[in-house]
């Protein structure tokens, strides 16, 4: 079973930035996809980032396209979201996720994810 551990998470003024961290446990991080999702009150689980395994590839939702950037560090098992220029609607419970399937093109869906994090509350105030 593969822990993941997120944190950086809190509250912040619109136009703001916070930079989230995911720690995953296990001597294979470098052979997962890793991926940030998020879910407001009321909606559906909606996909944020992803990042392939060594890091060479990113994807992005339109929504976050030029304010949110994905990073990894293989040595330190660990996956970021650096979130910059906040939005009140960018305000959700924040997921990183691991997709262990080689299989997978661009991991863009909840489904291609084994591994989940707890999750880590993101609030931006208006």
């Known amino acids: 079973q593969v822990q993941l551990v997120e944190s950086g998470g809190g509250l912040v003024q619109a136009g703001g930035s916070l930079r989230l961290s995911c720690a995953a446990s296990?001597?294979?991080?470098?052979?997962?996809?890793m991926g940030w999702f998020r879910q407001a009150p009321g909606k559906e689980r909606e996909f944020v980032a992803s990042?392939?395994?060594?890091?060479?590839?990113?994807y992005y939702a339109d929504s976050v396209k030029g304010r949110f950037t994905i990073s990894r560090d293989n040595a330190k098992n660990t996956v970021y979201l650096q979130m910059n220029s906040l939005k009140p609607q960018d305000t959700a419970v924040y997921y990183c996720?691991?997709?262990?399937?080689?299989?997978?093109?661009?991991?863009?869906?909840?489904?291609?994810?084994?591994?989940w994090g707890q999750g880590t509350q993101v609030t931006v105030s208006s």
């Open positions: 990042i392939s395994r060594r890091g060479g590839t990113t």
């Open positions: 296990g001597r294979t991080f470098s052979s997962y996809t």
């Open positions: 996720a691991a997709d262990p399937n080689t299989a997978h093109a661009m991991s863009l869906m909840t489904f291609d994810y084994d591994y």
